[in-house]
């Protein structure tokens, strides 16, 4: 696990906010699955942020594609929206609530999670940003960024392109600004290519790996 996604994992640090871009075609689930095999792998919590049942959506394409999906079940839950029981649900909070003050958040955040820095997938929020006026964008992404560097968390917002680029394109240059890290997932025929575009630890910038659903199945990392 020392050279390819593993070793970019590694080199992302607790307090990171890190923006995971994809195209709507490229299966975004399958690089869920490799931060859940990484987490295994690790010995690290992954606690799975669930903006209107985003997590559902990609249990169901995950069993589609034939993976054992038990091993995500078990993950920790925050469900914000949305009406799906899926996964380990440990907190719950409105769409408005989340949305407009972050404080809300916290306080069902620190009831979840451990010590240890947790892998903290954040799946959806983009979904929100169409039916939000400018001011409450604004505010959210200064809610994004007050994030970035507490060090009980690596926050990976998976953020699709397309819809952000349709609904508010104003959002992207904001986030990749103020985010931390950037990774871009993306499919090339059969396979899935992780690239780093922007990191703080400059021995993965740059960094480009290509995988095989079959490794990806594996757990290889």
């Not at 490799?34 to 903006?51: F, I, N």
């Not at 054992?68 to 380990?88: Q, Y």
């Not at 409450?136 to 917002?157: D, M, P, Q, T």
């Amino acid at each position: 696990m020392g050279r390819g996604v593993g070793k970019i994992l590694d080199n992302i640090l607790p307090g990171e906010t890190v923006l995971v871009e994809y195209e709507a075609y490229s299966s975004p689930e399958l690089f869920l699955e490799l931060l859940r095999a990484y987490s295994e792998q690790r010995g690290k919590v992954m606690l799975v942020d669930d903006v209107v049942d985003t997590f559902s959506e990609y249990i169901t394409r995950l069993k589609l594609m034939g993976f054992d999906v038990d091993p995500m079940l078990s993950a920790s839950v925050i469900k914000i929206g949305g009406s799906k029981e899926v996964g380990n649900v440990r907190g719950r909070l409105e769409v408005d609530k989340y949305w407009l003050d972050f404080k809300y958040y916290d306080l069902v955040y620190a009831k979840t999670v451990s010590e240890e820095p947790a892998l903290n997938p954040v799946l959806g929020i983009y979904k929100l940003f169409g039916l939000s006026s400018e001011h409450e964008l604004i505010r959210l992404i200064r809610n994004i960024a007050s994030f970035v560097g507490r060090g009980s968390r690596i926050a990976y917002y998976f953020i699709n392109t397309n819809v952000v680029d349709a609904a508010a394109p104003v959002m992207l240059p904001f986030l990749e600004e103020i985010s931390s890290s950037i990774l871009r997932w993306s499919r090339e025929g059969r396979n899935y290519r992780l690239e780093v575009v922007k990191a703080c630890e400059e021995e993965i910038l740059g960094e480009s790996v290509v995988m095989e659903m079959r490794k990806i199945k594996e757990g290889v990392l």
